[in-house]
Structures are given as structure tokens and as C-alpha cells.
């Protein structure tokens, strides 16, 4: 992460709940823990994120005034996932001094519901309200579940707000890629590259909303193989075309139009596989050297695709 502001009290909130794991033992038992100073990081890190979110509204179009009419929730919030689909998007645990192990506990997604007010918000927004407005009523609200789940949407907002980019060279499976993006606490979920096919369209699975990045090629090196793949599959649906006008030629009795056109598009559909394949031999070289000089690159998942 570059230095600006935002990360840098972001990485002191992180030391904070660093420090609290030194002395109690957080694993899934102790997440109800709550004290004083466990409520103001709530509150501390819960005031980042309307501060980042604001920021980020403006920075994406919002255009509603700088007042005390905008809301970080269901204004800036509700921008953003109206974009990004923040709700969805996945961190995960990952500092070997969080003994937690409950799937709920390690994948969260803490900016579920987090674009809505009251009742209908996340957990750790009601949480922050009710210990700003009484703390003394309201502390047992300030508790470590919360205050993890604030700092996991602090952190997931961090990262839209810095919209890095990195590049992976011709290393297409991302296993040098650093997915704690330089939090001690979190880490996030990769896309992998789904591969490339002459449609140009980007292949997705239910996961894709659930990651931030995302691996793609680079799309100089994508238009070239795109191109090749392009024409390769001209060749097969022409080979494909021949083949079955061939078939056609040795049926003597005459057939109507709707069946001759269903046997033609079940003929071609027939030899597709086989031509596919002579097709790929025939132009092995020229794809193995485009495949080849494909490079990649890990971006931000904003809804490209």
C-alpha cells in the first residue's frame, strides 16, 4: 500500500488489536470480550470509515452537498455498492496470533448491509451507534467481534480508495501474489484467471463477486491472442461447414427446409469437435507463441467484467 493517511491510522488501528492479542487470548470464545478501550477503537475505526467513504463518494460521482445531510451509510456507502458490490466482497483472518476457527468468524464479509441504517444495518454499525450515543448502557456492545468487523470493512475500503494495480509478468496463477495487500490482520481473495477465449468474454463463477482482485491479461497481450483465437475458430466452423456439406451430398431423398436446417446446424455441430482438434495441430506453433506471450496483471474487481 502506498502511505497516505487513511492507511497509515489504519495500520494503527491494526496495531491496536495487535496489542489487545498479546494479552487476551482471541479465539472464537473470547469475540464477546468488550471493555472501554475495545469500544473507542470501534468508534475510531467506524469514524475512518465514514471519512474514507465520503471521499470515495465524491471521488466516484456522487454528487449530493458536503453536509450534514450526507450520509456515509445510505449515501456514500450505497454509491459504492451500487459499483463495487461491497456487500459480497470476502476478507479472511489471517494473523497466526487470531486463534479463531469458525468459518463465520475467519470469512467475513463485513460490509454486508453496511450501505442501510438502523435496525437493518451490519452489526458493527449498530454496535458503534449505540456505544457513541451511550456508552455506559451500551458497552457490553463494544465488544472484539465488533470492533474485527469494522476494521475489516476500514481495511476493504483502504484498498478500493488506493486502486493499486500489480503486475505479474507471465505468471498467470498469482502464487507470488501478496493477498494480505500489506495488512497484518486480513487477507483477501483472488480471482484467477479464467483464460481466454475468442468471444473475449471474461468467465465467472459464484466467487467472482466474492473477491477484490482479480487476475486478467494485460490488454495488449489479450487483443493478439483474442485475434489468433478469432481466426482459428473461422477455420474450424468452415472445416466444420465442409464437413457436413459432404455428409449432406450422400442423402439422396429430398427433405424440407426446417429439417434440412436442423440437419445442417446437428452435421456441423457433429464434425465441430473433430475439426477443433485438427485445427489446434495444424496451428499448434502460432498458439503455443501467442499463448506464450500472454502477460498478466492483478486488478481491483470493480465490476468490469
Known sequence: MGNNLYWNVYKSLERELLSLAEVIHIDDSQLDVYSMKIADLLI?????????????????????????????DTDCLALLESKWSLSKKVVMISSPILYLEETDNV?????????????????????????????????????????????????????YYQNQSFNLGSNSNG??????????????????????DASGIYKKNGDFEKCIYLIQATNETKES???????LNEKIFNKAISEAQNELSQITEPLKADVLQEKIINLIKKHKDACT?????????????????????????INQY
Do not use: C
Open 44 to 72: 475510531r475505526t467506524t469514524v475512518e470509515i465514514e471519512s474514507i467513504s465520503k471521499e470515495l463518494y465524491f471521488r466516484e460521482g456522487g454528487t449530493k452537498p458536503d453536509d450534514k445531510d450526507l450520509y456515509f
Open 107 to 159: 470469512y467475513l464479509t463485513p460490509l454486508h448491509k453496511a450501505y442501510k441504517r438502523g435496525t437493518s444495518s451490519s452489526d458493527w454499525q449498530k454496535a458503534y451507534q449505540a456505544v457513541k450515543h451511550n456508552r455506559a448502557k451500551s458497552l457490553k456492545k463494544g465488544s472484539l467481534k465488533h470492533f474485527i468487523r469494522s476494521l475489516g470493512a476500514l481495511f476493504i475500503l483502504n484498498i
Open 175 to 196: 502464487n507470488l501474489f501478496d493477498a494480505s495487500i500489506g495488512s497484518s490482520i486480513f487477507s483477501i481473495k483472488l480471482y484467477p484467471f479464467p483464460g481466454i
Open 225 to 231: 491472442v483474442r485475434k489468433v483465437l478469432e481466426d
Open 277 to 301: 482438434i485438427v485445427v489446434a495441430k495444424e496451428n499448434g506453433a502460432m498458439l503455443a507463441k501467442v499463448s506464450n506471450a500472454l502477460r498478466f496483471e492483478v486488478v481491483l474487481n
